[in-house]
């Protein structure tokens, strides 16, 4: 969905990182078929997190997922997020993305065409800072220090 959607708009580029997987020759070989898209692969923690720090939006296209970190790792950094419409996103990321769904490559266009049109990372990253509060790493170790002091106060035998 995604590759298609990049096809109908030549002047956004899209920047992939990360494995692979498995199962998707053919899909890497449409993908380096497509002008504007780049295949990064695996990057550098440090490179990634400049990629999302200057990417005007960062797009999860999945059809599963589990809880799904790489967009939490983004919305740390301020990016953007456009997510597929699929019940782990709604739960994790709540209003900080903008959604479409997982099949729909025209509702995909549709949602990245602002960011052909103009830059519109500053009106949307404002979206993430909420989700970025709730989801921080000292926002975890508060519930867990919560969670091992009432453990301590409270065991079970």
């Known amino acids: 969905v995604l590759l298609e959607a990049m096809a109908k708009l030549p002047d956004l580029q899209l920047i992939q990182c990360g494995g692979m997987g498995w199962?998707?020759?053919?899909?890497?070989?449409?993908?380096r078929a497509i002008p504007n898209v780049r295949l990064l692969g695996y990057v550098p923690e440090a490179d990634l997190a400049g990629l999302y720090r200057g990417a005007r939006a960062a797009v999860f296209p999945s059809v599963y997922e589990g809880f799904h970190l790489p967009p939490l790792d983004a919305a740390s950094l301020?990016?953007?997020?456009?997510?597929?419409?699929?019940?782990?996103?709604r739960e994790?990321?709540?209003?900080?993305?903008?959604?479409?769904?997982?099949?729909d490559v025209d509702g995909l266009v549709r949602t990245l065409q602002p960011l052909v049109r103009t830059d519109e990372?500053?009106?949307?990253a404002t979206r993430v800072q909420e989700m970025e509060r709730r989801f921080s790493w000292g926002v975890a170790a508060d519930q867990l220090l919560r969670v091992f002091g009432e453990m301590a106060r409270n065991p079970r035998r």
């Open 92 to 103: 994790v990321l709540g209003d900080a993305a903008t959604y479409f769904g997982p099949s």
């Open 78 to 89: 301020g990016c953007p997020l456009i997510a597929s419409d699929i019940p782990v996103h």
């Open 121 to 124: 990372r500053a009106a949307w």
């Open 23 to 31: 199962n998707v020759d053919d899909l890497v070989k449409r993908a």
